[in-house]
Nanobody, 114 residues
Framework: AQLVESGGGLVQPGGSLRLSCAAS????????MSWYRQAPGKERVLVAGISSVGGSTNYADSVKGRFTISRDNAKNMVYLQMNNLKPEDTAVYYC????????WGQGTLVTVSS
């Protein structure tokens, strides 16, 4: 079972990024998926989650209205669209799958800075 994140990088405040997470080695459509982030010196926290069939989503208060989580079960992909980025969004972003197993990706760094 594997998750591989991509799409991180350096962006200016107010900008946008789209993170992607590719799943393999498990029955993706049966797993709830989520994005977490860990800022330097801080704990890893939940950013957004989506149910196995995509009908239910939830967000941290700090990203509501700016971030959107989505998934494509046909492609075994989950996405995080991040708009109006702020310096406090700077962190390593991780993809997580929960089902029969718990699966984590290796993370992708997002840096929001002018």
């Amino acid at each position: 079972a594997q998750l591989v994140e991509s799409g991180g990088g350096l962006v200016q405040p107010g900008g946008s990024l789209r993170l992607s997470c590719a799943a393999s080695g498990f029955t993706f459509k049966s797993y709830a998926m989520s994005w977490y982030r860990q800022a330097p010196g801080k704990e890893r926290v939940l950013v957004a989650g989506i149910s196995s069939v995509g009908g239910s989503t939830n967000y941290a208060d700090s990203v509501k209205g700016r971030f959107t989580i989505s998934r494509d079960n046909a492609k075994n992909m989950v996405y995080l669209q991040m708009n109006n980025l702020k310096p406090e969004d700077t962190a390593v972003y991780y993809c997580r799958g929960i089902g029969y197993l718990e699966v984590w990706g290796q993370g992708t760094l997002v840096t929001v800075s002018s």
